[in-house]
């Protein structure tokens, strides 16, 4: 293994049809993994349990997840693998896969959860004009259909109005309407481009003279790095252990008391960009039939969404959309005819 295969296996990544985000992810696991004990080797039993040291079923299932997508998506790193492994490593995640789902299923309520109402009476405590508050607010005062989003506020660059906000592998804060353009995010390919309005407080913490909203000599800061941004914050100024999975819980606890219809139940976990059932794992309650999510999605958002992915990640990937796609989501001549174009002019 050599420097120069990971950096081939990261170009193959950053060509791949996957959402900016989803190749930020998997290119920071892939590192990671490059660098622990056992790795090409013993992927499954030793370099994977190095990184997860805390045995959190989650993250090994994560990491286990995007080794076998990147094996997908690049060729060096599928021959570095072996196709043994692979099949070791799927028959793994797909043990592990299903004891994740059982204990989502049954999980209801953690020790650590925080109720919604004692989130929101920590806002005096957070100083005005501090990282700290901004960080507090973006996540307790958002603007209607918001919801807590995860890291997603970085990298997430400045902005004096719409027309500024051109790129679709960043995010934007824009000041002129106040709002927030979610381009990236773990469920982007999902939902699409999602838009959040800002309220007045949230804008007068928003720093000044910046290119990014959160930055480290210029460049905005990683995810990650906000993550622990946001716990240090909480834990500074409440005493209190929180990560963002803790508020986007409490926040969805919170939705799920006070709706008082299906219909807003199923609003809310469109504003987190759910589904039903996770929605309602979130919110401790149990589970409910998965096929709810494909009912909410289709006739909330997914359709329109659909359509656009499926048209984008055919040209992504070099080929027509299938059969089936094209009868499915009942594509015009006129869309065809655009696909085709952008297919030749690669």
């Known amino acids: 293994m050599t420097d120069a295969q990971l950096a081939e296996v990261l170009a193959d990544i950053g060509r791949s049809a996957h959402s ?4 930020r992810t998997h290119k920071s696991r892939i590192r990671n993994l490059w660098r622990a004990p056992g790795f090409p080797g013993k992927i499954a039993e030793d370099a994977v349990p190095s990184i997860s040291v805390n045995g959190k079923l989650a993250t090994t299932l ?3 997840r995007s080794t076998l997508s990147v094996c997908q998506q690049s060729p060096t790193f599928r ?4 196709h043994e492994q692979r099949r070791r490593i799927a028959a793994h995640t797909d043990k592990l896969g299903a004891e994740h789902d059982a204990q989502k299923a049954c999980e209801g309520r953690r020790s650590t959860d925080i109720s919604w109402e004692t989130v929101l009476s920590w806002e005096p405590l957070f100083p005005r004009q501090t990282a700290a508050r901004l960080i507090y607010l973006l996540y307790t005062r958002f603007g209607e259909g918001g919801g807590v989003q995860r890291a997603d506020w970085t990298p997430m660059k400045l902005v004096d109005s719409m027309s500024d906000t051109g790129d679709e592998t960043v995010n934007y804060l824009v000041s002129e309407p106040p709002c927030a ?3 990236c995010y773990k469920t982007a390919s999902r939902y699409g481009t999602k838009i959040t309005p800002l309220l007045p407080e949230v804008m007068q913490e928003v720093p000044q003279k910046q290119q990014w909203l959160f930055e480290h000599n210029g460049n905005a800061i990683e995810p990650n790095t906000l993550s622990k941004m946001v716990t240090r914050a909480f834990k500074k100024y409440t005493n209190q252990h929180v990560t963002i999975n803790i508020l986007r819980r409490s926040w969805a606890d919170y939705s799920m008391r006070t709706a008082l219809s299906p219909e807003e ?3 809310a976990s469109l504003c987190m960009d759910h589904s039903m059932s996770i929605h309602r794992q979130y ?14 999605y289709q006739n909330e958002r997914g359709v329109k969404y659909r359509r656009a992915n499926v048209l984008k990640t055919a040209i992504a990937r070099g080929r027509l959309p299938t059969r089936k796609s094209i009868a499915k989501y009942a594509f015009t001549e006129n869309e065809m005819a655009q696909v085709i174009r952008a297919l030749l002019a690669r």
């Not at 900016?20 to 190749?23: A, L, R, V």
């Not at 021959?79 to 072996?82: A, D, H, P, R, Y």
């Not at 919110?283 to 909410?296: C, M, N, T």
Request: charged share 30%; net charge neutral.
């Open 20 to 23: 900016e985000m989803s190749k």
């Open 62 to 64: 994560a990491y286990l």
């Open 79 to 82: 021959g570095i693998v072996g």
């Open 181 to 183: 353009i979610f381009h």
């Open 265 to 267: 139940e199923r609003s």
């Open 283 to 296: 919110a401790g309650l149990p589970s409910e039939d998965r096929r709810e999510y494909q009912r909410s």
